[in-house]
């Protein structure tokens, strides 16, 4: 999605097998509210994810449903999840591609990609949105990719139950299952449900890794987390999460791929990419949405 006003969440240090706490901002994007604890003043990625925004929930009259317009993004991958509702993702490469409960769009960027999302064919009736938008920055050798993008329908992706917990792993490898989504650097991505007074210890093989709880409460060490806020672990720490209530939260992470400059929907190495992003977009050099004229201009 593409977001036009920089929105930093607050962090407070923790203690134990967590480092940080980020609490959410709210911003308003007209039709709907998001929540974003990535980028924070403290904590700008974990691992390669350098943003994460909790979309909804939200319900929409009929006529009314997500509608961003066409808009540039480099040197970055996108990964849409949505827990309820529908988007219709279009994109300069001529993909148009419907993402609903459980599925997975993923957009790398690369070199340069235009893309919209707007709503689906539920748009002539009451509808809701609840899901995760999520960036990860690309590895130096990989910023200046041929764009691409796979979209993957919910049944593709594996799921464990685990103690009472129930796992799907949208990217990377966890308790024995390995996501077909594409990675290009080593990440983990996680949707866990949880029964009241379960408890579930992830995986200790990333580097980094953050817990963020969509819904419920959720105890970790002695420190309780609810909806909204994200957990980043301290460096080498194994977590356990308890859930208190019912709870489900997404679980991130990976190996960092170095500082990132990020401004508007642009991931660049350099300050001297991210100006050639921004003239290119301004000046019509990266390509059109076919079927779709609309387009966010450059901020000011």
């Not at 200046?144 to 490898?173: C, K, Q, Y």
Request: aromatic residues 8%; charged residues 25%.
């Amino acid at each position: 999605m593409s977001y036009e006003e920089t929105v930093e969440p607050q962090c407070n240090p923790v203690s134990g097998s967590i480092a940080l706490r980020v609490e959410p901002k709210e911003k308003s994007l007209g039709e709907f509210t998001v929540r974003r604890v990535l980028p924070s003043i403290d904590r700008r990625s974990v691992g390669p994810f350098v943003f994460f925004d909790h979309m909804g929930p939200a319900e929409f009259p009929p006529g009314k449903g997500v509608n961003v317009r066409p808009h540039p993004h480099i040197g970055l991958a996108t990964i849409t999840y949505l827990f309820d509702g529908e988007i219709m993702h279009r994109d300069s490469l001529g993909y148009v591609q419907a993402i609903r409960e459980g599925a997975v769009n993923l957009m790398t960027a690369g070199s340069g990609i235009v893309h919209s999302e707007r709503a689906g064919d539920d748009l002539n009736e009451v509808s809701t949105l609840h899901g995760i938008q999520s960036w990860m920055a690309l590895p130096a050798d990989k910023a200046e990719m041929e764009p691409a993008f796979e979209h993957f329908p919910a049944d593709a992706l594996p799921e464990i139950d685990l103690d009472g917990t129930h796992i799907r792993v949208i990217m990377g490898t966890a308790f024995g299952q390995t996501s077909p989504v594409t990675v290009h650097s080593p990440t983990l991505y996680l949707a866990c449900e949880m029964p009241a007074a379960a408890t579930l210890t992830l995986p200790d093989e990333c580097d980094e890794l953050g817990v963020y709880v969509v819904s419920g409460k959720a105890r970790i060490d002695d420190e309780f987390y609810s909806g909204g806020v994200l957990a980043v672990a301290s460096p080498g720490a194994v977590v356990s999460v308890n859930a208190e209530d019912p709870c489900r939260f997404m679980v991130i992470g990976g190996t960092s791929v170095g500082e990132r400059k990020v401004w508007w929907n642009f991931v660049a190495t350099s300050a001297e990419r991210m100006e050639q992003a921004k003239r290119d977009w301004k000046e019509g050099r990266f390509g059109t949405v076919p079927g779709d004229d609309e387009f966010i201009p450059l901020p000011e």
